[in-house]
């Protein structure tokens, strides 16, 4: 008999294609948090160079008590063209004739400036933190946050064909089980990268992994299901995705620490991972490898947890043996 007729067999959407389904929605909606996340990781707070007269308390305090913060803020950081302050470069010397009413006219441009030579200092209004305030990636280092991006899809781009390769070498589950623990343990080692570009590593690995993950449960699925149900679980993954967006902004309203937010899309591959060694392989590669007890085994296995006991029984390798030379 043909692959299909003893997929329905064993029953062809029953318990465990539910359950597997489940799984797999829930993968795929965390899926696009780690395309997106670094929207909000990666934001850019407004920002301001750091000066002593502003920042220092010891200064402050000493020096400017009578004196309002917009009025520190006029003297050592000159305006832009929108009359906010500069957010690349500060005055090098303080400006306390810019106090003066008599010398509001003053054309600041002609003042001496100098780049943030101290560092910045950030609104935290929104989020506390950032990969951006973190590596202060803005002015002169602004460009570094997209490259971060690109080179993610890079390795996204790169995952898909590679764990191709190894799935139809090594099988579907082992290639699941090995990029979700890798996904789950890079995830988590992104916190505490030490630099920039070791961050963007552990992203570039990871976003391998994510496309590996992506591109195995959607074959695994298709494998595990009839023909007729397959563009109805394509919509549902569709949609898993689309609502991953949803759930992203949710968890970055309620984490606006960076560390956090990387941390609660990463955790859950580690449940994943241990929920999937309990999935059979995929019986359709089983046979093209020509691993036919192992086959059989887990279509018994799949009819039992379908409540087909009697199919699980009747079912032999002669059967398994006339599908492979049948062609699945």
């Known amino acids: 008999m043909a692959f299909s007729e003893l997929l329905q067999h064993v029953g062809d959407l029953g318990r465990y294609q539910i359950l597997l389904g489940l799984m797999l929605l829930l993968i795929s909606t965390l ?3 780690h395309n997106f996340v670094e929207n909000f990781s990666a934001a850019i707070p407004a920002h301001r160079c750091y000066t002593h007269l502003l920042d220092n308390a010891t200064f402050v305090t000493s020096v400017s008590t009578n004196l309002t913060t917009e009025a520190l803020l006029r003297v050592s950081i000159p305006m832009d063209p929108n009359n906010k302050p500069e957010q690349c470069r500060r005055f090098r010397q303080t400006q306390w004739q810019l106090l003066d009413s008599n010398e509001s ?17 950030y ?18 280092k602004q460009s570094l946050k997209s490259l971060s991006q690109c080179i993610f899809m890079v390795g996204q781009m790169i995952g898909s064909p590679v764990s191709g390769y190894f799935a139809d070498r090594f099988g579907r589950k082992p290639v699941l089980l090995c990029f979700s623990l890798l996904l789950g343990l890079l995830g ?20 391998i992994s994510l496309g590996s993950v992506t591109g195995n449960s959607i074959i695994v699925l298709i494998e595990w299901i009839p023909t007729k149900a397959r ?23 309620v984490f606006r620490e960076w560390h956090m937010l990387q941390l609660v899309i990463s955790v859950p591959y580690f449940a994943f991972f241990l929920l999937l060694w309990w999935f059979p392989e995929s019986a359709c590669w089983l046979i093209i490898a020509g691993k036919l007890e192992k086959a059989l085994k887990e279509l018994k296995r799949v009819a039992q947890i379908n409540g087909k006991k009697d199919a699980a029984e009747k079912l032999n390798i002669e059967d398994v043996i006339g599908m492979e030379s049948d062609g699945v």
């Open 31 to 33: 899926m696009n948090t």
């Open 123 to 140: 609104d935290q209004s929104i989020f506390t933190s950032t990969i951006v305030t973190k590596w202060d990636l803005i002015c002169d």
């Open 105 to 121: 006219a003053t054309n600041t441009n002609e003042l001496e400036t100098e780049p943030c030579l101290d560092g910045w200092v």
């Open 188 to 207: 988590t080692c992104s916190l505490f990268a030490p630099s920039f570009p070791v961050y963007c590593t552990l992203r570039f690995v990871m976003a």
């Open 231 to 253: 563009p109805t679980m394509m919509t549902a993954l569709s949609l898993s995705m689309s609502s991953g967006l949803l759930l992203l902004a949710g968890l970055a309203y």
